[in-house]
């Protein structure tokens, strides 16, 4: 889902005598509450019941100041966050749904906007501001600078997420145009995470909230578009350089597991197929000859290179063990040399397998036209479907993916590749030997890179554009 980011801000243009309406054209009940914190005929060095006198030099009446600059604020954050909960509790009476239901979730909306536009714009009025102007501004207008203040609209994002089930929280997300925050055509995300109030404090909220978001979608199937929203979020509103966002310990999902067909399994489903459309003759010995569609290639399963067999169905899945967790396979002290050098081996008798069976247009995609509209989060596995897959463009490119980032993490400098134990002979130098073993490693791991590279972007029409997109770093 795209986020389109509006223009940056530019700040109120002021009027003739230098201030603005920025509070008086509010609507209520933010309007009382903006002017109470910020009164316009007030300094915060004068008591306004007049018993504080301001006194040129006096410590104790700037320490009074501020405190009531902080009690000012203290209060509108106290107001906004009451009346919000107030507006939260209204719409969890209405019926989902209703015309009532959706007059409540805009006018929930429309309050946290308004708190939004408003706090970005005062800032921005007050840092705009030079020596000659900053005097004809009220002299609370300085306030709107402290942490107390910048952090009022992510607060109210978190209490509204915090109080509402996730069924409506999806809702005020991203779903009513105009006024939902994080709308991909008409939000206001450049506004609520605004650099002139995205301070530090802001953004551990919004992870915050994103995350508590994310752990409320269990049902990943249903809420996956929500899920996918909140993440595009983090990346628009994040750098890459952000340290939450990288994988600082470089930890794998290790629970991320791929199940397959054990061998008896794989040969009764063979047995089955056979007699089913083969007729007793064939007893599911040998070729089957399941008709494919023209789609996929055409002739019959034979024909079209299929069964295959059982090594190459365990070879094929058997993989995505090495990609969820390398240091426990590929890596690991205990026969991770073997498990290497079996990995390579595996390798390259899929990307051979991939070589020697094009990738059919996506367009004409057996796999993706057949389930049209329906997003899977874990491969489909039944040895079935194998030689439809390896023609597939999708599951090509996804699997390539998976093999050019595991790559790319095998030749970086912090991993270490195994190797065998070697004997010390006279006239023999271990080092060398070893040496030349990480060589012939490396040399391996190249070679593999530019065939997956290569098949990447072979597929058509966009495997060159998802090449450069994705992996092309």
Same mark, same amino acid.
């Given at each position: 889902?795209?986020?389109?980011? =509006?223009?940056?801000?530019?700040?109120?243009? =002021?009027?003739?005598?230098?201030?603005?309406?920025?509070?008086?054209?509010?609507?209520?009940?933010?309007?009382?509450?903006?002017?109470?914190?910020?009164?316009?005929?007030?300094?915060?060095?004068?008591?306004?019941?007049?018993?504080?006198?301001?006194?040129?030099?006096?410590?104790?009446?700037?320490? @009074?100041?501020?405190?009531?600059?902080?009690?000012?604020?203290?209060?509108?954050?106290?107001?906004?966050?009451?009346?919000?909960?107030?507006?939260?509790?209204?719409?969890?009476?209405?019926?989902?749904?209703?015309?009532e239901f959706h007059t409540a979730l805009e006018t929930l909306l429309h309050f946290l906007k308004d708190v939004t536009f408003f706090t970005v714009d005062l800032v921005q009025l007050v840092a705009a501001s030079n020596d000659n102007t900053r005097s004809k501004l009220p002299q609370s207008y300085s306030n709107a600078t402290a942490q107390i203040f910048l952090r009022i609209p992510m607060t109210l994002l978190s209490d509204m997420t915090?109080?509402?089930?996730?069924? /409506?929280?999806?809702?005020?997300?991203?779903?009513?145009?105009?006024?939902?925050?994080?709308?991909?055509?008409?939000?206001?995300?450049?506004?609520?995470?605004?650099?002139?109030?995205?301070? =530090?404090?802001?953004?551990?909220?919004?992870?915050?909230?994103?995350? %508590?978001?994310?752990?409320?979608?269990?049902?990943?199937?249903?809420?996956?578009?929500? &899920?996918?929203?909140?993440? /595009?979020?983090?990346?628009?509103?994040?750098?890459?350089?952000?340290?939450? &966002?990288?994988?600082?310990?470089?930890?794998?999902?290790?629970?991320?597991?791929?199940?397959?067909?054990? !061998?008896? !399994?794989?040969?009764?489903?063979?047995?089955?197929?056979?007699?089913?459309?083969?007729?007793?003759?064939?007893?599911?010995?040998?070729?089957?000859?399941?008709?494919?569609?023209?789609?996929?290639?055409?002739? /019959?399963?034979?024909?079209?290179?299929?069964?295959?067999?059982?090594?190459?169905?365990? $070879?094929?899945?058997?993989?995505?063990?090495?990609?969820?967790? =390398?240091?426990?396979?590929?890596?690991?002290?205990?026969?991770?040399?073997?498990?290497?050098?079996?990995?390579?081996?595996?390798?390259? $008798?899929?990307?051979?397998?991939?070589?020697?069976?094009? &990738?059919?247009?996506?367009?004409?995609? @057996?796999?993706?036209?057949?389930? !049209?509209?329906?997003? %899977?989060?874990?491969?489909?596995?039944?040895?079935?479907?194998?030689?439809?897959?390896?023609?597939?463009?999708?599951?090509?490119?996804?699997?390539?993916?998976?093999?050019?980032?595991?790559?790319?993490?095998?030749?970086?400098?912090?991993?270490?590749?195994?190797?065998?134990?070697?004997?010390?002979?006279?006239?023999?130098?271990?080092?060398?030997?070893?040496?030349?073993?990480?060589?012939?490693?490396?040399?391996?791991?190249?070679?593999?890179?530019?065939? $997956?590279?290569?098949?990447? @972007?072979?597929?058509?029409?966009?495997?060159?554009? /998802?090449? !450069?997109?994705?992996?092309?770093?």
């Open positions: 889902m795209d986020v389109d980011m =509006p223009d940056p801000l530019s700040p109120p243009a =002021p009027s003739a005598n230098g201030n603005t309406d920025i509070l008086t054209s509010l609507s209520e009940p933010l309007r009382s509450y903006a002017l109470t914190a910020f009164p316009p005929d007030i300094d915060d060095d004068n008591n306004s019941d007049g018993d504080m006198r301001r006194q040129e030099g006096s410590k104790d009446d700037d320490d @009074k100041s501020k405190s009531i600059a902080s009690r000012r604020l203290d209060g509108l954050e106290i107001s906004l966050r009451s009346h919000a909960l107030h507006l939260v509790e209204e719409l969890m009476q209405q019926a989902d749904d209703s015309a915090a109080a509402l089930p996730i069924s /409506t929280v999806q809702r005020l997300w991203s779903s009513v145009p105009n006024w939902s925050p994080f709308h991909p055509r008409s939000g206001y995300v450049s506004h609520l995470c605004h650099p002139s109030t995205f301070i =530090p404090l802001n953004k551990m909220l919004l992870l915050r909230i994103c995350n %508590h978001l994310l752990k409320c979608c269990s049902n990943r199937d249903v809420d996956a578009e929500f &899920a996918g929203s909140v993440m /595009t979020t983090l990346a628009h509103v994040f750098p890459l350089s952000e340290r939450s &966002a990288m994988n600082v310990l470089g930890s794998f999902n290790v629970d991320n597991v791929t199940g397959w067909e054990g !061998e008896e !399994e794989f040969q009764r489903g063979r047995r089955l197929r056979g007699v089913a459309v083969a007729g007793e003759g064939s007893g599911g010995q040998g070729e089957e000859s399941m008709e494919v569609d023209d789609e996929s290639g055409g002739g /019959t399963a034979a024909e079209v290179g299929n069964p295959m067999g059982y090594d190459f169905y365990s $070879t094929f899945w058997g993989v995505q063990k090495v990609f969820t967790d =390398p240091p426990g396979t590929i890596l690991s002290p205990n026969g991770g040399f073997e498990a290497f050098e079996n990995f390579i081996k595996h390798i390259k $008798t899929i990307l051979a397998a991939f070589e020697s069976t094009p &990738a059919i247009a996506s367009s004409t995609s @057996k796999i993706a036209s057949s389930l !049209e509209g329906v997003t %899977h989060y874990k491969y489909l596995t039944s040895s079935q479907l194998l030689h439809l897959q390896l023609k597939d463009p999708e599951i090509r490119t996804q699997f390539l993916t998976q093999l050019i980032i595991l790559l790319a993490h095998l030749n970086s400098p912090s991993v270490t590749l195994p190797t065998p134990p070697i004997s010390s002979t006279p006239g023999s130098n271990p080092s060398k030997l070893n040496a030349q073993l990480k060589q012939t490693q490396m040399n391996q791991l190249s070679e593999l890179e530019k065939r $997956t590279q290569q098949l990447l @972007k072979s597929i058509k029409p966009e495997g060159k554009v /998802t090449y !450069e997109q994705s992996v092309g770093y």
